[in-house]
């Protein structure tokens, strides 16, 4: 008898303490603020909050003033998510805690992302939050280097069509795939993000772009598998500045020219950077055999320091990561207005600076200074 009451005793303090929890998450929510662990939601630690999560951005995408969602503190299970504007005005997804994906893919709610930011205008991520993939045991299942028809996984977070948004000082970690991919988006700012993935984790690029302008990365640490920024096509207008890249494969633009669909790429600078124990520096690279001619032009590198990395600088032309290219056809890429300025440091291999032009098409007002 006396076991059933130390029982109910415990089972009762547990009620107890998660509905004092709850009151305290109500009596100190602003006007404006969603918190899924409110009452009113029910998100618990340790628990998947994808409906929490779900119809808390409901509620605050459809609020007339200015609204927050917010993840506090603590550990959340998340199977996926998609935050769908329009909104009726400025947003903030607040993320404190750690989101952890289901660390079997075929568990997410979304085989081809985790997280989704789509048609938003006026949106800010933020917090001291992780968006921890939980991609350990996916990595072996990145197999693209061998596998033209290879299947890509999830990517951690994506940003398609958001306008005039902000991401700070989240961290993404251990993505399966991409860590964050941006999308036909406009007027994007990355600052003070985190990326964090082993050197080994197989396409695991920190943030990728394409078709989209105005795009600003700064204050940022990125250390993963593959590229810590990479510029896919159409992009516009980026600046990446006070990024800090290592371990990964460099800031890349491109690969350009594998597909017959590609936009041209303009407009780029990338500035005060620091890359250490990558496999690239700064580099573009675009495939032989384009099916389409497209341009790369006004991309500018400047203020780079490098420590301990391999090919520092590099125009690749003749990009075939997997041996399956026709190098006998040329590029269709056309590179033109390009510089490469007071790039300083060391250099794990005996080539610190390569150029491969398209054969026929070649490179136009390449600028290199003080390297």
């Not at 790429?265 to 099916?291: M, Q």
Request: proline share 5%.
């Amino acid at each position: 008898m006396g076991g059933h009451n130390l029982v109910l005793i415990i089972f009762s303090v547990f009620l107890l303490s998660s509905s004092a929890y709850a009151s305290r998450v109500a009596q100190f929510l602003a006007p404006g603020d969603f918190d899924v662990t409110s009452p009113k939601y029910g998100g618990k630690p340790n628990t998947d909050i994808s409906q929490p999560l779900a119809n808390a951005w409901k509620d605050a995408c459809a609020a007339t003033t200015p609204s927050r969602v917010i993840v506090p503190k603590g550990t959340f299970q998340l199977k996926g998510a998609v935050f769908k504007g329009p909104c009726k005005a400025p947003i903030t997804v607040q993320v404190d805690g750690i989101l952890q994906a289901p660390p079997i893919e075929a568990q997410l709610a979304n085989k081809e992302f985790w997280v989704q930011f789509l048609e938003v205008e006026r949106l800010t991520v933020s917090g001291t939050g992780t968006f921890d993939g939980q991609g350990q045991n996916s990595w072996k299942d990145n197999d693209c280097n061998k596998n033209p028809n290879c299947g890509g996984l999830a990517i951690n977070v994506r940003f398609d069509k958001v306008k005039n948004s902000l991401v700070r000082d989240v961290t993404s970690l251990n993505s399966k795939n991409f860590h964050f991919n941006i999308l036909g988006c406009e007027h994007l700012t990355f600052q003070h993000v985190t990326v964090k993935a082993p050197g080994d984790s197989s396409n695991t690029d920190g943030i990728h772009m394409g078709r989209s302008t105005e795009i600003n990365i700064t204050d940022t640490n990125i250390g993963t598998g593959d590229d810590c920024i990479s510029v896919g096509d159409g992009t516009r207008q980026l600046t990446v500045s006070k990024v800090s890249c290592g371990p990964g494969h460099g800031i890349s633009i491109g690969s350009l020219g594998r597909y017959d669909n590609e936009d041209d790429v303009s407009g780029l600078n990338i500035r005060d950077c620091t890359l250490s124990n990558t496999l690239n520096g700064v580099r573009i690279k675009t495939f032989p055999a384009s099916p389409k001619a497209t341009t790369a032009s006004d991309i500018h590198f400047e203020k780079i320091t490098m420590n301990n990395v391999a090919n520092p600088v590099l125009i690749d032309q003749e990009y075939c990561p997997w041996g399956q290219c026709n190098k006998q056809i040329p590029s269709k890429v056309k590179i033109s207005n390009v510089s490469f300025k007071n790039i300083i440091g060391t250099t794990s291999t005996a080539e610190a600076l390569k150029i491969v032009c398209a054969k026929g098409l070649h490179c136009d007002q390449v600028v290199l200074s003080d390297i």
